[in-house]
């Protein structure tokens, strides 16, 4: 089969896909922890192509041993994980977990708790949940499926996840492991690469140009070009990888409740 790169009918969600299975592509035997559509079908992509080492779950208490389709029942089993044993997994650190975002700020650091003041909200959230312990013991990356001034921001109302730059302010005992890998949204590649670790542009989506994405950034946004007007492209998926998304983790097309067709 070949796997040359194409652009034939390759959708906005199929670049995510392929982009959030290269956020887990050199990380080896580790428990791939995603949580949602787009990040399940990434760490599954990654796990049948770029690290076949990967330990991957059904999201709720099966630790798998073959990769099944989006939400179908597993067909092999390795291990169980139920829930007072996730902490473990957490307090040892072989784990990359992507999560969502409500807010994510300049800074690195990631809001799921609440919107407005603390003590009287505007809209209260899931609560902080397991984002302190993820940041500060796992490698974490986020998915954003729409990204937009309200969800970047330049600073968040709630520390959920914690950044760099305040973990380092607490300490080594929240420094040592903290390890923000890849932001991951309908329109880029970001990181937490930029000057005193904030948020920088790795790559741009095809057809996404920087003006766009600045446009829907609530903060400022590093870029590691010669002018700062524009960044490298993000891949297209292999014909391999399409294969992979659409006929044998995706049939049913749920990435595209994410990231629609017109996106």
Not at 31 to 50: D, H
Not at 79 to 94: E, L, M, S, T, Y
Request: net charge negative; hydrophobic share 40%; aromatic share 4%.
């Amino acid at each position: 089969m070949s796997t040359s790169q194409t652009s034939t009918q390759v959708t906005r969600a199929d670049v995510c896909a392929a982009a959030v299975a290269d956020a887990f592509a050199e990380d080896g035997e580790i428990f791939g922890s995603p949580m949602g559509i787009m990040p399940m079908l990434g760490v599954r992509l990654a796990k049948l192509t770029s690290n076949p080492d990967l330990v991957i779950s059904d999201g709720e208490s099966l630790f798998l041993g073959g990769v099944p389709p989006l939400f179908a029942t597993a067909d092999v089993v390795e291990g169980w994980i139920p829930f007072r044993k996730v902490f473990d997994v957490v307090a040892h650190g072989k784990r990359h977990v992507m999560m969502g975002a409500t807010q994510i700020d300049r800074h690195g650091n990631q809001n799921i708790s609440a919107i407005g003041d603390f003590d009287r909200p505007k809209r209260q959230l899931l609560g902080s949940r397991g984002a302190p312990g993820n940041t500060v013991n796992n490698r974490t990356s986020y998915w954003v499926p729409r990204h937009s001034p309200r969800v970047f921001v330049e600073q968040v109302d709630v520390v959920s996840g914690v950044g760099p730059a305040r973990a380092k302010a607490a300490g080594p005992a929240a420094a040592r492991f903290n390890d923000i890998h890849r932001v991951v949204t309908n329109l880029a590649v970001l990181d937490v690469g930029g000057p005193g670790d904030t948020l920088r542009v790795r790559s741009l989506h095809p057809g996404v140009t920087l003006e766009q994405v600045r446009e829907a950034t609530g903060c400022e946004l590093a870029v590691d070009s010669p002018d700062a007007r524009t960044a490298p492209e993000t891949r297209l998926p292999t014909d391999e990888e399409l294969v992979i998304i659409r006929e044998v983790l995706d049939p049913k097309g749920l990435r595209f409740k994410e990231v629609p067709h017109d996106a």
